[in-house]
């Protein structure tokens, strides 16, 4: 079977085409642009990616297309297919149809912290030899890619919470009919698809209702909002991490909280000790040990597997030490995550300032939503660097409160250069952002070593 995937440089689609070529099916795809580790991926597996949208790309014509929800009314390729009669579905429903049927599915959902928890959680299942199969939105340094078939009827899926495709707009995840549901967290986000964050809670009170009777929904206990979905209407068992009252505990050890002790049900149930720092990082592990523990794994073998969990590409991902300055590439886009992250990072630096570099470059943040505390989730910072080029909002005004801890540049070459000037060994510098941010990754080791 051919299929063709449209929007295939997405991480999840990308997955989607790793599991599409795992079954079997020759895949093509089409993108007009691609993540690098993505690329290497998709060619390694012999997935040939056509750039741009050409409805060329569909002739002769495949068997299926698989169409991502980054693909709108108006795209060439899009409308060949409509035109053309063409045989089409979304990914998630590809998705469920062809891998997740029959399976026990794993589903990891949040506004933050899912790939991180999905990645661990897979991570511990396979230590535990359980071979899962998975398809996280991030690459795992220990999994090494971002999709497998897996060996066994376990599969952990990151269940995102947007909208499935342009003719089909409920989340994703209402597809995935997990039997064990991990939900982190839940605040409002991307604002070009949801009007508030009541709209958000709907689509999570119909994830809720998929799940059997049967089966265990894990919740961070301490997130009002949660209470709020669950409050609608639950009939599955639930088991609450993070909290004072919550089922699965952790405690600091350190500052950092990179050693934690794990508690369940007020029993201390062994220590964590590893390279992740932030009470984030706490909450994500709590739910990945909690999660494997509903399929079998034990507490005491769930922590010893994250004691050798290297962390996710783009999560404080440390991409060098030029000079002796280390510097990270994060993903964070949210004033929580923000926040979260470079609280973590603080109180694991014994030296050294924590360098902040930012580009504002979600939907949700270029609509300037989260203008009234944006400012206040850099308080970890030394210093904020702003990337603010081609935003509708005053960068001005929204970074006022920072005062002299504020450098802004609408030129990206000038920020890198005014970073490079500031930075002295000991330094940490975050670079936080959902997208490439115009390889300034690579920019800034190279003047940093030069």
Known sequence: MHVHILGIGGTFMAGVALLARAAGHTVT????????????????????VMDGYSADHLKPAPDQVIIGNAMSRGNPAVEYTLDAGL????????????VLRSRWVLAVAGTHGKTTTASMLAYVLEQAGMAPGYLIGGIAADL??????????FFVVEADEYDTAFFDKRSKFVHYRPRTLVLNNLE???????????????????????VPGNGQILHNAADPELDDVLQRGCWTPTVGFTGAQADWQAQALCAGASRLLIRH??????????????????????????????????????????????????RMELRGTPGGIRVFDDFAHHPTAIRTTLAGLRAGQDTGRVLAVFEPRSNTM??????????ASFADADHVFV?????????????EPLGEALTRSSDLDALVADVVAMAAPGDSVVV????????IHSKLLEALAS
């Open 29 to 48: 795809g089409s993108d007009a642009g691609l993540y690098p580790p993505m690329s290497t991926q998709l060619a390694e597996a012999g997935i040939d």
């Open 87 to 98: 045989d089409y579905i979304s990914g998630p429903q590809w998705l469920a149809e062809n």
């Open 144 to 153: 090494g890619q971002s999709a497998a078939m897996g060996e066994s009827d």
């Open 188 to 210: 409002f986000d991307h604002a070009d698809i949801f009007d508030d964050l009541k709209a958000i809670k709907r689509q999570f009170h119909h994830l809720v209702r998929t």
């Open 265 to 314: 049900m007020g029993e201390d149930v062994g220590e964590l000790h590893w390279t992740l720092t932030g009470a984030h990082n706490a909450a994500n592990a709590l739910a990945a040990i909690a999660a494997a523990r509903h399929v079998g794994v034990m507490p005491a073998q769930a922590i010893e597997a994250l004691s050798g969990f290297a962390g996710v590409k783009r």
């Open 366 to 375: 270029r609509r300037g939503v989260h203008a009234q505390t944006l400012a």
């Open 387 to 399: 990337y603010d080029a081609d935003l509708d909002w005053d960068t001005a005004a929204v970074f």
């Open 432 to 439: 936080m952002s959902n997208g490439g941010f115009g390889g």
